[in-house]
T-cell receptor, first 110, second 113 residues
Framework: KNEVEQSPQNLTAQEGEFITINCSYSVGISALHWLQQHPGGGIVSLFMLSSGKKKHGRLIATINIQEKHSSLHITASHPRDSAVYIC????????????WGAGTKLIIKP | DAGVIQSPRHEVTEMGQEVTLRCKPISGHNSLFWYRQTMMRGLELLIYFNNNVPIDDSGMPEDRFSAKMPNASFSTLKIQPSEPRDSAVYFC???????????FGPGTRLTVL
């Protein structure tokens, strides 16, 4: 079993829909990261969080440490949100070493 | 700030040639990471520097790979000799410290023929 599991693997939705991507992990962590990789290949860090909730524009990330689970939400989705969303965790015993999820490929249709 | 800068953006070379990838981290960042991304293996950490010192190079695949960070504003990843299986996208990332948001460069797409 992978230490970081994401679901769904693929998600197709219509423009305007509310999107949820889930991430579960099985190791002790210092922080959890959400990143976005566009079709062109560039990787952008969206959030780093260790508790609670963070919001940036239409993106919201939450984490439940007790349940070892995080969610990334996109409100009012837009075709430009189409990308691969990756969850990664920093291990508590090795802060710099990220354990990567497999990614969720999101397609938003106009 | 210009963000993390990598060069070249694309590199096509023949098997056996030496390849040098370059990275300029964000000014003031103490941590620098080299990653390799392939379809089969996803993102893999190759080497991690903190304050210009290599802390963890356990991800470097073999002796053909070497990395240096002579100063806080420059790092290189060298492959000598290159092989077709080295074809991948190589990312450099930097962060303020080891537990902080990592900022990625645009990547170098390497093709070894």
């Amino acid at each position: 079993k992978n230490e970081v599991e994401q679901s769904p693997q693929n998600l197709t939705a219509q423009e305007g829909e509310f999107i949820t991507i889930n991430c579960s992990y099985s190791v002790g962590i210092s922080a959890l990261h959400w990143l976005q990789q566009h079709p062109g290949g560039g990787i952008v860090s969206l959030f780093m969080l260790s508790s609670g909730k963070k919001k940036h524009g239409r993106l919201i990330a939450t984490i439940n440490i007790q349940e070892k689970h995080s969610s990334l939400h996109i409100t009012a989705s837009h075709p430009r949100d189409s990308a691969v969303y990756i969850c990664a965790v920093s291990r508590v015993d090795s802060n710099y070493q990220l354990i990567w999820g497999a990614g969720t490929k999101l397609i938003i249709k106009p | 700030d210009a963000g993390v800068i990598q060069s070249p953006r694309h590199e096509v070379t023949e098997m056996g040639q030496e390849v040098t990838l370059r990275c300029k981290p964000i000014s003031g960042h103490n941590s620098l990471f080299w990653y390799r991304q392939t379809m089969m293996r996803g993102l893999e950490l190759l080497i991690y520097f903190n304050n210009n010192v290599p802390i963890d190079d356990s991800g470097m695949p073999e002796d053909r790979f070497s990395a240096k960070m002579p100063n806080a504003s420059f790092s290189t990843l060298k492959i000598q000799p290159s092989e077709p299986r080295d074809s991948a996208v190589y990312f450099c990332a930097s962060s303020l410290d080891e537990l902080d948001t990592q900022y990625f460069g645009p990547g170098t797409r390497l093709t070894v023929l």
